[in-house]
């Protein structure tokens, strides 16, 4: 079985642009998450997704924002970039969205914002 | 709110030597678990998890971890260092809410295996 994906997986922008990324999950899964990683804060929660609702966002500005499609495909955007936004985004997948439910995290997609 | 000590930002041991990275938690509800590793330039792999049936958790590659309720801890071992195991190691606990908050991670131990 094909593990999550993610596209695409580098990035370069410049501050005050727009971003997306999408992130396919493992076939059958119905969960997506999104984390950042950066030196500095670490692994951070951003959003999850759940049969196309989003269950709750991590402490992050409206500039991120996500969705998911029918299909589970999720997509997340960042709009009017700025440096500090310069990180690995890390895409992970589970069965549902139950508390014990096991995340596969997809390669990430680093993007660098000049 | 749920959080994650990981003790020794870097831990160096030798090929061959046991492994111990540390981790402690805390949480006001019985958590879920997680240890993950990061090879460079890469996602996470998840190691094992502990759901409650079991304090002693096995988990790939030889590596495992022990709950201690008492002690908060969830301490990751692998028995004998090989040089394949050098990478970033996160511990992350679940919230209660289910995966509606995420996992809380851990800063990270890096592990390196000296020859």
């Known amino acids: 079985k094909a593990g999550v994906t993610q596209t695409p997986r580098y990035l370069i922008k410049t501050r005050g642009q727009q971003v997306t990324l999408s992130c396919s999950p493992i076939?059958?899964?119905?969960?997506v998450s999104w984390y950042q990683q950066t030196p500095g804060q670490g692994l951070q929660f951003l959003f999850e997704y759940f049969s196309e609702t989003q269950r709750n966002k991590g402490n992050f500005p409206g500039r991120f924002s996500g969705r998911q499609f029918s299909n589970s495909r999720s997509e997340m955007n960042v709009s009017t970039l700025e440096l500090g936004d310069s990180a690995l985004y890390l895409c992970a997948s589970s069965l549902s969205a139950g508390v014990q439910e096991t995340q596969y995290f997809g390669p990430g997609t680093r993007l660098l914002v000049l | 709110a749920q959080s994650v000590t990981q003790l020794g930002s870097h831990v160096s041991v030798s090929e061959g030597a046991l492994v111990l990275l540390r981790c402690n938690y805390s949480s006001s509800v019985p958590p879920y678990l997680f240890w993950y590793v990061q090879y460079p330039n890469q996602g996470l792999q998840l190691l094992l998890k502990y759901t409650s049936a079991a304090t002693l958790v096995k988990g790939i590659n030889g590596f495992e971890a022990e709950f201690k309720k008492s002690e908060t801890s969830f301490h990751l071992t692998e028995p004998s260092a090989h040089m394949s195991d050098a990478a970033e190691y996160f511990c992350?606990?679940?919230?209660?809410?289910?995966?509606?908050?995420?996992?809380?991670f851990g800063k990270g131990t890096h592990l390196i295996i000296q020859p």
């Open positions: 992350a606990v679940s919230h209660s809410g289910g995966g509606a908050d995420g996992l809380t």
């Open positions: 076939s059958g899964h119905r969960s």
